[in-house]
Each structure stands twice: as C-alpha cells, then as structure tokens.
C-alpha cells in the first residue's frame, strides 16, 4: 500500500515569516500534486511536478520535487494571511488516475 | 467555462437509509473519480468512471457503487449508511483515466445520524 507522509500536520505562524511542509513516501510516484483547501470546499490544484529534482515556482510558493520521486516539499516565502488553509499532497500511481492523498497540512497565518 | 459542480451541498441522512449524489465534470473532461474525505483528514480514493464504465476501486465496500452517464456525468450511491460514512464527498474531473491532473468540485456534506 503506497502511502504519503505529511508533515507538519499543523502549522501556526506569523505573518511574514517563512514556512516548509514535507511530503515523503517509500514509494514511487508518476508525478505528485499540491492542493490548497479551504473549509467546505474542495481541493484545488496548486502544481504538479512530474521529473525527479523538478522545482517550480508560484508567486512566493516552491515546490520540488525529490530526486527519486518518493517525496515532495512546499516552501511559502512571507507567508500571508491569505496563505491560510490546508495543504495536501497527492501521488499519481503510473497509467491510473488513482490520487493517494497525504493527510494534510494545516497552515494558519496570523496577521 | 463551468468547473466541476456537485449537488446536493449538503445532506442529512438516517442510518440504513440509502444516499445518491450528483457530480458533473468539467466541461471537455471524460473521466469521473469519487473521493471520500473525513474531517481533518486527506481524501481517499472510492471508484474512477471512464466510458459508462467503473474502471478502477478502492477499498470501499459493495455498499458504494456508482454510474456514469453519457454526457460523463455521475453519480455515487451508499447504501446501508453507517454513521462512519459521514463525510466530504468530493468528485474529481480529469480528461482520460491516465490524468494525474484533476480537478475537484466542491463536495458535498453527508451527515448520518
């Protein structure tokens, strides 16, 4: 059973301060996306990063992507309060478009 | 361009009754997968629907089955409701069964009292 280990679970901090949150798995992955959920909605995609050691920038956010395609990270650069919300990671099995899901990361940012 | 809508938003059901919702994709989309998601928790995948037909599952029980239409709608029944069941139920949207890339509608809210 693959699974996807996130990590912190919770995060509180101050506005304008820097943060990183961890995807690690024994597995392999396809390609490994980031979500950002609010409350009562559902997940929307941030990313997706498919080639081992790939980084991609959003605005103040940076993903990679590990070399052996088996972990991920999120780092938010002066993260705002507008940054708030939870954070998954997805892995894609190859050829399914089957997700597994880490259980998220909770990120509160206080002005 | 209409992203993935799901109804109802909420639902509030009894335990043993039975349960449908409702999920259309994103408009260009084929592909339809159903996500479970329990509070504080990351979803989990419960079937893909491609071609009126379910192609892959996860581990849910026969209590959970599903449909697609012919315009790639869909729709998720639970049967038997356990008070376990209460959750987020999310539809995702992608183009192909191979897509990674998916799009999630809003979910709905099932509560089993």
């Known amino acids: 059973t693959q699974l996807l280990e996130q990590s912190p679970q919770f995060l509180s901090i101050q506005e304008g301060e820097n943060l990183t949150v961890y995807c690690n798995s024994s597995?392999?992955?396809?390609?490994l996306q980031w979500y950002r959920q609010e409350p009562g909605e559902g997940p929307v995609l941030l990313v997706t990063v498919v080639t081992g050691g790939e980084v991609k920038k959003l605005k103040r956010l940076t993903f990679q992507f590990g070399d052996a395609r088996k972990d991920s990270s999120l780092h938010i650069t002066a993260a705002q309060p507008g940054d708030t919300g939870l954070y998954l990671c997805?892995?894609?099995?190859?050829?399914?478009?089957?997700?597994?899901f880490g259980q998220g990361t909770t990120l509160q940012v206080k002005p | 361009d209409a992203g993935v809508t799901q109804s109802p938003t909420h639902l509030i059901k009894t335990r043993g009754q039975q349960v449908t919702l409702r999920c259309s994709p994103k408009?260009?989309?084929?592909?339809v997968s159903w996500y479970q998601q329990a509070l504080g928790q990351g979803p989990q995948f419960i079937f893909q629907?491609?071609?009126?037909?379910e192609r892959q599952r996860g581990n849910f029980p026969d209590r959970f089955s599903g449909h697609q239409f012919p315009n790639y709608s869909s729709e998720l029944n639970v049967n038997a409701l356990l008070l376990g069941d209460s959750a987020l139920y999310l539809c995702a949207s992608s183009w192909g069964t191979g897509a990674y890339e998916q799009y999630f509608g809003p979910g709905t809210r099932l509560t089993v009292t």
């Open positions: 997805a892995g894609a099995q190859s050829n399914t478009g089957k997700l597994i």
């Open positions: 408009s260009g989309h084929d592909t």
């Open positions: 597995s392999v992955f396809s390609s």
């Open positions: 629907y491609y071609e009126e037909e």
